[in-house]
């Protein structure tokens, strides 16, 4: 079965510092992955997504993910955190496979603070 | 502003009470899923439609729940008989590629407090 285990629930980082919001994944098959962001009244935003192509995706507003298949891990990071960056982060693994077409597997998210 | 609005912003409703949720999409999606999210945990996945034709149902999906999707553009997601554990926030999202099922345009979602 898959899934994914988003390892912090909340991450406090100051503006202008790395942020990194880690995941590891379960699947029994090759994964797409992907980070969500939902900013408060707001719906959920792709950041990324990793599908078998190069390991080390960029995403929007300067994030990026690396996919280790021998660590099953799927870390979301930020050189450098910005006040707007404050949200819940969420990873996802889909389903795939032949039958179904609409599950994405969330994580319970993080929620990241940025402080000035 | 994602393309995927959801009426209403919040519903409160007493326990025993029917509600219903709509989706409504700006532009036409071949696939529009329903997904719920409770505090402190990521969406889970409810239902799914191809056009008209509900294809996938979760098993979170009681039988007090029904989705439909007339004419293959807004859909409606009902709840009978409402009960507390149903308070949640509930999303729509379309998929705007019909080649896979990787990205997602959610609404901003319907919060339920049942009380």
């Known amino acids: 079965a898959q899934s994914v285990t988003q390892l912090d629930s909340h991450v406090s980082v100051s503006e202008g510092t790395p942020v990194l919001l880690r995941c590891n994944y379960s699947?029994?098959?090759?994964?797409?992955l992907f980070w969500y962001v939902q900013h408060p009244n707001k719906g959920l935003q792709l950041l990324l997504k990793?599908?078998?192509?190069?390991?080390l995706v960029k995403g929007i507003n300067g994030f990026e993910a690396e996919f280790k298949k021998s660590e099953t891990s799927f870390h979301l990071t930020k050189p450098s955190a910005h006040m707007s960056d404050a949200a819940e982060y969420f990873c996802?693994?889909?389903?795939?496979?032949?039958?179904?077409?609409?599950?994405?597997?969330f994580g319970k998210g993080t929620k990241l603070s940025v402080k000035p | 502003d994602t393309g995927v609005s959801q009426d209403p912003r919040h519903k409160i409703t007493k326990r025993g009470q029917n509600v219903t949720f709509r989706c409504d999409p700006i532009?036409?999606?071949?696939?529009l899923y329903w997904y719920r999210q409770t505090l402190g945990q990521g969406p889970e996945f409810l239902t799914y439609?191809?056009?008209?034709?509900?294809?996938?149902k979760s098993r979170l999906l009681s039988d007090r729940f029904s989705a439909e999707r007339p004419k293959g553009s807004f859909s409606t997601l009902e709840i009978q008989r409402t009960e507390q554990g149903d308070s949640a926030m509930y999303l729509c999202?379309?998929?705007?590629?019909?080649?896979?099922?990787?990205?997602?345009?959610f609404g901003s979602g319907t919060q339920l407090s049942v009380l």
């Open positions: 996802v693994v889909t389903l795939g496979g032949g039958g179904s077409q609409g599950n994405l597997i």
């Open positions: 699947s029994s098959y090759s994964p797409s």
């Open positions: 990793y599908t078998s192509a190069a390991t």
């Open positions: 532009s036409e999606h071949n696939r």
């Open positions: 439609f191809q056009n008209e034709a509900q294809l996938e």
């Open positions: 999202a379309v998929n705007p590629d019909t080649a896979t099922n990787e990205k997602l345009f």
